[in-house]
């Protein structure tokens, strides 16, 4: 106790030292602590499971490049090495009736063995489902969805069909995030259901090598038996893996995370904590650069290794101590800006939290208590104490460390700044069809849900005269509208694309990859594609689901990898057709004739190439849920509006929802806008506790030369003469950590953009401002000291120094 009242009083005695090292420390230890907490949830997702290690799903892999989760015929549940399994089968936008209101849902329809697998916690009434119409909810759906209504448990709702189901139980929310995300649990022994191929999750036996038995299971066989050459294979997919799997479509029953996302996370966390851990460093040895006489005196009145060091240490664990308090504050006052603007969203884990405080505690004053102390240590006391009026006392080693986060502020300035400048490259790039003033939207909407599909006769015979008068009175009211310069009935392309594989005129040729479409004429014309060969589509000629429905349109880069010489004599094989009809054999399935090469264009994210693509004809008149349209730049708040009393017309809804051409090619880069905000965030936080630590060393450089300044204007020095003196050295210490921070950010870039297809380009600029910005910086932080020191009275300084 005395040892540590000891070090207190110590600190407080160099009360600015003291505050700016353990401040920028805080400041530095929110950022890492944020991250990593964010790192450490999305590295433990589905940990709730007590058996994730050994539980699988059964992955269905298509040889267009498709991949699923499946396991429906396909035995694998039933392999020796397989201890259980469980069937599920996800159900999405569910419109169920509560009564008063109508709610969309994601619910996972399950069997009996489901829970033993994945197991959750009861939050209210029952966790099983024993007859066909019971229900279990989560909590989040009870207390967002149904507005947290008291005693859930015996409410009753009705899906589109009008089965009515009751609420049996509310689950608890999952100690550890998860892959899925279901709204509640419904019985897998619903007739609507019956039609539904499940999904399969097993658990392996301890000791199983999946390796080994995938290699069993991957022998190619048809799809279907009217598969002409399209294969598939199943395979045994860790759950440990599906969460960064990036195969699967986007569902709204699951969510996947990013690993490039966490890498960049994983290097933002290292440089901002090494920047802390110098500054805190630098800073407390000039702290004891002030002491050092202090710790002569100890040494020649007989203090050793072991008293110094338990000094040093509790000093540095006593300022690690009151950063981590204050570490604490600023993340749950800054919770709402990472999660809101960052989208770094953390669940509390209080486990993780104490052991990561401990060692902060602990172990980091290890690590900052060891070059104190070494330096401290290897010299005698009648030198330790000659140091305190040397003017260049530990010189070299602030400003080593002050070069290093320079580097690192200035690495992480220019690297924001190309993020930012490649960001915008990409979003105004030219994509090759019309990318502004589009809007698509819904005019009808199937309230059964994507499983909830089988009605009684009488039913579907009404539904459909309300769909062929929704399809008629939309298409009059769209037809006579001079509001719109094009429409259709066709989705925008950004999402219609999707993978399969055709070759040159015959299978034997072998099959390439491609991405696959179908559009009308209108749709064609509404995003203005650029006909360069041949014709574009026309109703009065081309069919669809008939034998003369084998046409197809490609772009430049699908005539390029398929070596078309001639489209009036080579033809495309593909690898399975994409429709299937009574007027065609099932079977049937010929090379396919080429009318037409389009202009590249681009639908997937500009890191790409334009890729190899079919566009097939499509018959506008089989459309009957979206409209896409185009309009005057002013007229946009016109065109919603009459789409929005188009819809409430046609649906009798009034829950209409529209997208915009510019808004979906924005969210095509989300990730990259989120890297750009983390970097340009945490550069500025960079340059914060850079500037702390400049301060701080700053202060006591400035003031080790008072006496030298009063000697300097006592021979004629004038202001003039005094501000390139103290300067110099700073410049020289940013001008050598330019020259390191230069190539090491260059590489960095040209590293990052190696699998770039469009890449922006890397100007002189970028780094001009980088170290222009850091050079400002720090002059500004330091002016105010030159200034006092350049007008410093000499006759007070060589009076008291």
């Given at each position: 106790?005395?040892?540590?009242?000891?070090?207190?009083?110590?600190?407080?005695r160099?009360?600015?030292?003291?505050?700016?090292?353990?401040?920028?420390?805080?400041?530095?230890?929110?950022?890492?602590?944020?991250?990593?907490?964010?790192?450490?949830?999305?590295?433990?997702?589905?940990?709730?499971?007590?058996?994730?290690?050994?539980?699988?799903?059964i992955?269905?892999?298509?040889?267009?490049?498709?991949?699923?989760?499946?396991?429906?015929?396909?035995?694998?549940?039933?392999?020796?090495?397989?201890e259980r399994?469980?069937?599920?089968?996800?159900?999405?936008?569910?419109?169920?009736?509560f009564?008063?209101?109508?709610?969309?849902?994601?619910?996972?329809?399950?069997?009996?063995?489901?829970?033993?697998?994945?197991?959750?916690s009861?939050?209210?009434?029952?966790?099983?489902?024993?007859?066909?119409?019971?229900?279990?909810?989560?909590?989040?759906?009870w207390?967002?969805?149904?507005?947290?209504?008291?005693?859930?448990?015996?409410?009753?709702?009705?899906?589109?069909?009008?089965?009515?189901?009751?609420?049996?139980?509310?689950?608890?929310?999952?100690?550890?995030?998860?892959?899925?995300?279901p709204?509640?649990?419904?019985?897998?022994?619903?007739?609507?259901?019956?039609?539904?191929?499940?999904?399969?999750?097993?658990?392996?036996?301890?000791?199983?090598?999946?390796?080994?038995?995938?290699?069993?299971?991957?022998?190619?066989?048809?799809?279907?038996?009217?598969?002409?050459?399209?294969?598939?294979?199943?395979?045994?997919l860790?759950?440990?893996?599906?969460?960064?799997?990036?195969?699967?479509?986007?569902?709204?029953?699951?969510?996947?995370?990013?690993?490039?996302?966490?890498?960049?996370?994983?290097?933002?966390?290292?440089?901002?904590?090494?920047?802390?851990?110098?500054?805190?460093?630098?800073?407390?040895?000039?702290?004891?650069s002030?002491?050092?006489?202090?710790?002569?005196?100890?040494?020649?009145?007989?203090a050793?290794?072991?008293?110094?060091?338990?000094?040093?240490?509790?000093?540095?664990?006593?300022?690690?101590?009151?950063?981590?308090?204050?570490?604490?504050?600023?993340?749950?006052?800054?919770?709402?800006?990472?999660?809101?603007?960052?989208?770094?969203?953390?669940?509390?884990?209080?486990?993780?939290?104490l052991?990561?405080?401990?060692?902060?505690?602990?172990?980091?004053?290890?690590?900052?208590?060891?070059?104190?102390?070494?330096?401290?240590?290897?010299?005698?006391?009648?030198?330790?104490?000659?140091?305190?009026?040397?003017?260049?006392?530990?010189?070299?080693?602030?400003?080593?460390?002050?070069?290093?986060?320079?580097?690192?502020?200035?690495?992480?300035?220019?690297?924001?700044?190309?993020?930012?400048?490649?960001?915008?490259?990409?979003?105004?790039?030219?994509?090759?069809?019309?990318?502004?003033?589009?809007?698509?939207?819904?005019?009808?909407?199937?309230?059964?849900?994507s499983?909830f599909?089988?009605?009684?006769?009488?039913?579907?015979?009404?539904?459909?005269?309300?769909?062929?008068?929704?399809?008629?009175?939309?298409?009059?009211?769209?037809?006579?509208?001079?509001?719109?310069?094009?429409?259709?009935?066709?989705?925008?392309?950004?999402?219609?694309?999707?993978?399969?594989?055709?070759?040159?005129?015959?299978?034997?040729?072998?099959?390439?990859?491609?991405?696959?479409a179908?559009?009308?004429?209108?749709?064609m014309?509404?995003?203005?594609?650029?006909?360069?060969?041949?014709?574009?589509?026309?109703?009065?000629?081309?069919?669809?689901?008939?034998?003369?429905?084998?046409?197809?349109?490609?772009?430049?880069?699908?005539?390029?990898?398929?070596?078309?010489?001639?489209?009036?004599?080579?033809?495309?094989?593909?690898?399975?057709?994409?429709?299937?009809?009574?007027?065609?054999?099932?079977?049937?399935?010929?090379?396919?004739?080429?009318?037409?090469?389009i202009?590249?264009?681009?639908?997937?994210?500009?890191?790409?190439?334009?890729?190899?693509?079919?566009?097939?004809?499509?018959?506008?008149?089989?459309?009957?849920?979206?409209?896409?349209?185009?309009?005057?730049?002013?007229?946009?708040?016109?065109?919603?509006?009459?789409?929005?009393?188009?819809?409430?017309e046609?649906?009798?809804?009034?829950?209409?929802?529209?997208?915009?051409?510019?808004?979906?090619?924005?969210?095509?880069?989300?990730?990259?806008?989120?890297?750009?905000?983390?970097?340009?965030?945490?550069?500025?936080?960079?340059?914060?506790?850079?500037?702390?630590?400049?301060?701080?060393?700053?202060?006591?450089?400035?003031?080790?030369?008072?006496?030298?300044?009063?000697?300097?204007k006592?021979?004629?020095?004038?202001?003039?003469?005094?501000?390139?003196?103290?300067?110099?050295?700073?410049?020289?210490?940013?001008?050598?950590?330019?020259?390191?921070?230069?190539?090491?950010?260059?590489?960095?870039?040209?590293?990052?953009?190696?699998?770039?297809?469009?890449?922006?380009?890397?100007?002189p600029?970028?780094?001009?401002?980088?170290?222009?910005?850091?050079?400002?910086?720090?002059?500004?932080?330091?002016?105010?000291?030159?200034?006092?020191?350049?007008?410093?009275?000499?006759?007070?300084?060589?009076?008291?120094?």
């Amino acid at each position: 106790m005395k040892q540590i009242l000891l070090s207190i009083r110590m600190l407080l005695r160099f009360k600015v030292y003291t505050f700016v090292n353990f401040i920028g420390l805080a400041i530095s230890l929110a950022c890492v602590f944020t991250i990593t907490r964010y790192i450490h949830q999305e590295n433990t997702v589905d940990h709730c499971y007590p058996e994730y290690k050994r539980i699988y799903f059964i992955e269905r892999s298509i040889s267009d490049g498709t991949k699923e989760l499946s396991g429906y015929q396909s035995d694998l549940e039933k392999d020796p090495a397989v201890e259980r399994y469980a069937s599920f089968t996800p159900c999405t936008d569910l419109v169920m009736d509560f009564g008063k209101q109508e709610i969309t849902v994601n619910a996972l329809s399950i069997d009996s063995t489901f829970f033993s697998i994945f197991p959750y916690s009861i939050y209210m009434g029952s966790g099983k489902i024993k007859r066909p119409n019971d229900a279990l909810i989560t909590k989040e759906f009870w207390l967002h969805s149904l507005n947290g209504v008291p005693n859930p448990i015996g409410v009753t709702f009705k899906n589109s069909v009008g089965r009515k189901f009751r609420i049996v139980g509310v689950l608890d929310t999952q100690e550890t995030k998860t892959s899925w995300l279901p709204d509640m649990f419904l019985s897998d022994e619903l007739e609507e259901l019956w039609f539904s191929n499940p999904n399969y999750a097993v658990v392996m036996t301890p000791g199983t090598d999946i390796a080994k038995l995938n290699e069993k299971y991957n022998k190619e066989q048809p799809r279907d038996e009217w598969s002409t050459f399209q294969t598939m294979h199943y395979q045994y997919l860790p759950l440990t893996d599906y969460y960064y799997t990036t195969s699967h479509e986007k569902s709204a029953l699951s969510q996947h995370g990013n690993k490039d996302y966490i890498r960049v996370l994983w290097i933002v966390a290292f440089l901002v904590g090494i920047i802390g851990i110098l500054n805190f460093t630098n800073i407390y040895t000039v702290i004891m650069s002030k002491r050092a006489r202090e710790f002569g005196i100890k040494k020649v009145y007989g203090a050793g290794r072991k008293e110094i060091f338990l000094q040093i240490y509790i000093e540095n664990m006593l300022l690690s101590g009151a950063a981590l308090f204050i570490c604490w504050l600023i993340i749950e006052i800054t919770r709402h800006l990472f999660y809101n603007e960052m989208y770094i969203p953390t669940n509390s884990n209080l486990k993780f939290d104490l052991n990561i405080s401990l060692l902060i505690l602990f172990v980091l004053p290890l690590l900052t208590t060891f070059y104190p102390f070494i330096k401290f240590t290897h010299n005698t006391p009648v030198s330790s104490m000659r140091e305190l009026s040397s003017t260049h006392f530990s010189v070299r080693s602030r400003m080593l460390f002050l070069g290093f986060q320079y580097v690192i502020t200035i690495y992480m300035i220019v690297m924001s700044l190309f993020f930012v400048r490649q960001l915008e490259y990409m979003l105004h790039s030219d994509l090759g069809f019309r990318t502004h003033d589009v809007i698509e939207c819904k005019m009808y909407v199937f309230k059964g849900g994507s499983s909830f599909h089988e009605k009684e006769k009488e039913d579907l015979l009404k539904e459909g005269k309300i769909q062929q008068a929704n399809k008629e009175l939309v298409n009059k009211r769209m037809s006579e509208s001079t509001l719109f310069t094009h429409w259709s009935r066709i989705p925008m392309p950004l999402h219609q694309f999707k993978p399969s594989r055709y070759a040159l005129n015959r299978a034997e040729n072998g099959f390439k990859p491609v991405l696959r479409a179908r559009m009308s004429p209108r749709s064609m014309e509404l995003f203005e594609f650029q006909l360069l060969k041949g014709r574009l589509w026309n109703d009065s000629i081309d069919e669809m689901f008939t034998k003369n429905s084998f046409k197809c349109i490609i772009n430049e880069s699908a005539k390029k990898v398929f070596g078309i010489k001639d489209i009036t004599r080579d033809k495309l094989q593909g690898e399975d057709k994409s429709w299937a009809s009574s007027n065609v054999p099932s079977e049937y399935n010929p090379p396919v004739e080429i009318v037409g090469v389009i202009k590249d264009f681009n639908v997937k994210h500009l890191s790409q190439s334009a890729a190899p693509m079919i566009i097939e004809y499509f018959d506008e008149k089989y459309e009957l849920i979206t409209v896409t349209a185009s309009y005057p730049h002013e007229r946009r708040a016109e065109a919603i509006d009459f789409l929005r009393k188009l819809y409430e017309e046609a649906t009798g809804s009034t829950d209409f929802e529209y997208k915009l051409i510019e808004d979906e090619i924005a969210s095509m880069y989300n990730e990259d806008r989120r890297v750009v905000d983390i970097y340009s965030l945490f550069a500025k936080v960079a340059i914060l506790i850079s500037s702390l630590g400049l301060l701080a060393i700053s202060l006591f450089d400035i003031r080790q030369r008072y006496r030298e300044i009063g000697l300097r204007k006592v021979n004629g020095a004038q202001g003039k003469n005094i501000y390139p003196l103290l300067i110099k050295k700073y410049l020289s210490v940013l001008g050598i950590a330019s020259l390191i921070a230069i190539p090491l950010s260059s590489g960095a870039i040209i590293l990052y953009l190696e699998d770039f297809a469009h890449k922006a380009p890397i100007t002189p600029d970028l780094f001009i401002i980088g170290i222009g910005a850091t050079a400002l910086i720090s002059l500004l932080t330091i002016i105010w000291q030159i200034y006092k020191a350049a007008n410093v009275n000499p006759a007070e300084v060589i009076k008291y120094e």
